[in-house]
């Protein structure tokens, strides 16, 4: 089983569409767990950190299931920016320098 | 706020040269890593750095490759002899001093192509 695995994609949604990523992860040891947004052929840049809790922030709710391993990332309100690569990030318990595994991404593409 | 800078952004260099990957970090952030990603794969962790030392490295980072902050300040990645598959897009990343979790900031990243 991949440490972190996500649906590659693309999903092709409308403007002000509603979307939901998933992620699932293999350790559960696990401790720390983000979304990050990768454009092409650009650094990933840090969306949120994503809390037992859950987490919203604006537009994108973040919601962490540690029973089954399960991350999920929701965009209400899609605008054509958000057009990305959605990259599920964990940090897998290791020393104390806190390695970040990434998954493959998941391709959004918004259109008008 | 401050952002993390890397040098060169594109770097081309033939097989078995050497190349270094300069990062510039912030002045309160404590744990350096580097990351690559090959171009349509995953980003893959290579090593991090705290304290002027290495505290973990990938098996991705063998012989060839070595991390040094020579002057206090910058933060290098060398790869001693180049082989084509080291083409790759290198991120370095830093966590931000007195965030209760560890959110790592990337770089823009230095682009490897090896001919």
């Known amino acids: 089983r991949k440490e972190v695995e996500q649906d590659p994609g693309p999903f092709n949604v409308p403007e002000g569409a509603t979307v939901a990523f998933n992620c699932t992860y293999s350790n559960s040891a696990s401790q720390s767990f983000f979304w990050y947004r990768q454009d092409c052929r650009k650094e990933p840049k840090l969306l949120m950190s994503?809390?037992?809790s859950g987490n919203e922030d604006g537009r994108f709710t973040a919601q962490l299931n540690r029973a089954s391993q399960y991350i999920s990332l929701l965009i209400r309100d899609s605008k054509l920016s958000d057009s990305a690569t959605y990259l599920c990030?964990?940090?897998?318990?290791?020393?104390?320098?806190?390695?970040?595994?990434f998954g493959t991404g998941t391709r959004l593409q918004v259109t008008l | 706020e401050p952002e993390v800078t890397q040098t060169p952004s594109h770097q081309v260099t033939q097989m078995g040269q050497e190349v270094i990957l300069r990062c510039v970090p912030i002045?309160?952030?404590?744990?350096f890593y580097w990351y690559r990603q090959i171009l349509g794969q995953k980003v893959e962790f290579l090593v991090s750095?705290?304290?002027?030392?290495?505290?973990?490295k990938s098996e991705i980072f063998d012989d060839q490759f070595s991390v040094e902050r020579p002057d206090g300040s910058n933060f290098t990645l060398k790869i001693r002899s180049t082989k084509l598959e080291d083409s790759a897009m290198y991120f370095c990343?830093?966590?931000?001093?007195?965030?209760?979790?560890?959110?790592?900031?990337f770089g823009p990243g230095t682009r490897l192509t090896v001919t």
């Open positions: 990343a830093q966590i931000k001093a007195g965030t209760g979790v560890y959110e790592q900031y």
């Open positions: 994503v809390y037992s």
């Open positions: 990030v964990v940090n897998m318990p290791t020393g104390t320098a806190s390695k970040l595994t």
């Open positions: 750095f705290y304290n002027n030392e290495i505290s973990e």
């Open positions: 002045s309160n952030h404590l744990y």
